[in-house]
């Protein structure tokens, strides 16, 4: 495994990922499937989409962070819900089963689940709403440009795609491929936060897989965290560049550290209060694959399940991880 969180360019109109990061510190999104085929929280518009189309009654809606999506997936509100009266939505459905101007957002995705294409954005007020569906059936069709169809897609929270994020849509290379490889990842720590603890790492792609991986955790500290940072990072190494994944952890810190959590300590230089940022090595390595994935046109998403419970996938890594950390 690598020892330094270099950077690599895929291409050469790509922007470096530490750059890209910097300018998307703001827009992490959080897309929560609360009724679909898969509920669950997902990092990616294009995967949670293929969770809700075609699936009666779904419901879904974004999030800026990873507390709020998961209770809202799970059937709760979010911890961040405010009581207070909120000032109306207006979302204006261009192109859908029921074009129109709907106040509310539930009214509005049963005109738009299920059909393809639909053109949609919300709007702060009725007026602007018309406006934009009027555009549409003036002139037969909307907005060409790609960015304009991906703000649409999640016009939930956003009317304008920022500048920055539409030039690398136009260099991101073309991803075709609709089929999603599920990893069930596990960290296992005997004797953890304590002297002579020894950990291992789970990567489990289903029964036989010889891409499956039981090993032991490589370096002097020996914990949990550190073993479930680890099995993503090899879970991410061993496929390609290319192919679209779904990584399926009981670690709920794991997926926080490098989906939301990375921002901040990034602009505090890595440092909290409490001193230097835990697992940075791992933190860092993770994303500099997750970045070169998506300069190749891999997408990845990141599902919690519940550790120790039902799953067998979950079930079987966690088998591999604590066999890992015996070796």
């Known amino acids: 495994m690598p020892s330094s969180g270099k950077k690599v ?49 779904a419901q879904f809606k974004s999030f800026l962070n990873y507390e709020d999506a998961s209770a809202f997936a799970a059937g709760r509100d979010p911890p961040s819900a405010s009581s207070e009266s909120k000032p ?33 954005k919300k709007f702060d007020t009725r007026a602007e709403a018309e406006a934009f569906v009027r555009s549409y059936s003036a002139s037969g069709r909307g907005p060409t440009s790609t960015a304009a169809s991906e703000t649409e897609q999640d016009g939930v929270d956003s009317v ?11 260099s991101k290379p073309t991803n075709t491929r609709t089929d999603v490889v599920v990893i069930y990842t596990d960290g296992s720590s005997l004797g953890n936060g304590r002297l002579g603890a020894t950990a291992g790492v789970g990567v489990y792609f289903g029964p036989g897989d010889p891409r499956n991986i039981s090993e032991r955790l490589k370096g002097e500290t020996q914990t949990n965290q550190r073993a479930e940072l680890t099995a993503i990072l090899r879970a991410l190494e061993t496929v390609d560049l290319t192919q679209d994944v779904e990584i399926r952890t009981d670690s709920k810190y794991a997926i926080q550290c490098v989906t939301e959590w990375y921002l901040n300590w990034e602009r505090n230089g890595w440092m909290t209060r409490a001193g230097p940022v835990k697992n940075q090595d791992l933190v860092q390595l993770v994303r500099d694959k997750l970045d070169e994935r998506e300069a190749n046109g891999g997408r990845t998403q990141f599902i919690w399940v519940k550790g120790h419970d039902t799953d067998q996938g979950n079930i079987a890594a966690d088998r591999l991880a604590v066999e890992g950390a015996q070796k």
């Open 9 to 57: 360019a895929s291409t050469a109109t790509a922007e470096p990922p530490s750059k890209k990061r910097k300018l998307d510190a703001t827009e992490q999104k959080y897309y929560a499937v609360r009724a679909g085929f898969k509920p669950g929280v997902y990092t990616t518009w294009a995967i949670c989409q293929q969770q809700i189309t075609g699936f009666k009654g």
């Open 88 to 120: 109306p939505r207006f979302y204006g459905v261009a192109v859908g089963r029921k074009p129109g101007v709907y106040t509310d957002w539930s009214a509005a995705q049963e005109a738009i689940v299920g059909w393809k294409g639909p053109k949609f």
């Open 160 to 170: 304008e795609e920022p500048p920055h994020k539409r030039a690398r849509a136009t």
